[in-house]
């Protein structure tokens, strides 16, 4: 796993020119643009739309950024909280050392995206289709990823607490690296996951309770 990339790795970083300070718009094209030490309390920006672009140091509260679109788009300490981002789009995104909280994230798209030294704290997934995610050194708590489908998604060095995975499809998805693994509720969706001996032994009581088995000496 490669390491984050700064602001000047990035291929775009030359032609990157500063966001005009207004804020964001509904429908608005956000194309290679640095936005960086902002803040946008109740944003009302769906269906915006961010290619090439790089956003530090941003924090959105509250408001709404549903469909929004996200292509081959950096964050960097980045703080989304309580931020309606349903039904939005992610493609070659790369998004390192931030946080989201209670960020409604359900239907949303995401492919080919990682996210690096990132907290994710009550964020509701449910219903979203990640492919070839990654996160690398992430702490997820109360993450629902109910319904949603999984391909090709790791979680090297990531502590996972109270995950939910009801109703959820799972293809290649890699556990093993896991620092910590700990599932509230939809062990018997994780057909396709893919554990270590060790933490199948630590899952096997829950497993139980979940299949109703009982089990005695």
């Excluded at 964050?75 to 349903?86: E, K, R, S, Y």
Aim: net charge negative.
């Amino acid at each position: 796993m490669r390491e984050p990339r700064a602001l000047a790795d990035l291929p775009y970083a030359a032609y990157l020119e500063d966001h005009d300070g207004r804020d964001l718009a509904a429908g608005g094209d956000y194309n290679v643009v640095h936005i960086a030490d902002r803040e946008f309390p109740n944003v009302l920006a769906g269906n915006a739309r961010f290619s090439e672009s790089a956003l530090s140091g941003v924090r959105f509260t509250d408001g709404s950024l549903r469909r929004a679109r996200f292509t081959d788009v950096w964050l960097h300490g980045a703080q989304v909280i309580g931020t309606d981002l349903a039904e939005s789009g992610w493609l070659d995104a790369e998004v390192v050392n931030s946080a989201f909280a209670g960020a409604a994230m359900f239907e949303a798209a995401l492919s080919r995206v990682t996210f690096s030294g990132c907290k994710l704290v009550s964020v509701n997934l449910r219903g979203a289709v990640l492919r070839d995610v990654a996160f690398v050194d992430c702490v997820l708590r109360d993450v629902d990823f109910s319904e949603a489908a999984l391909t090709t998604v790791t979680f090297p060095g990531s502590t996972l607490v109270d995950l939910r995975f009801e109703g959820a499809t799972l293809k290649k998805v890699d556990l093993r690296e896991a620092a910590e693994l700990g599932i509230r509720s939809g062990l018997t969706s994780l057909r396709g996951a893919t554990v270590t001996p060790t933490q199948a032994l630590d899952l096997a009581p829950a497993f139980a309770q979940a299949l109703g088995l009982t089990v005695k000496d």
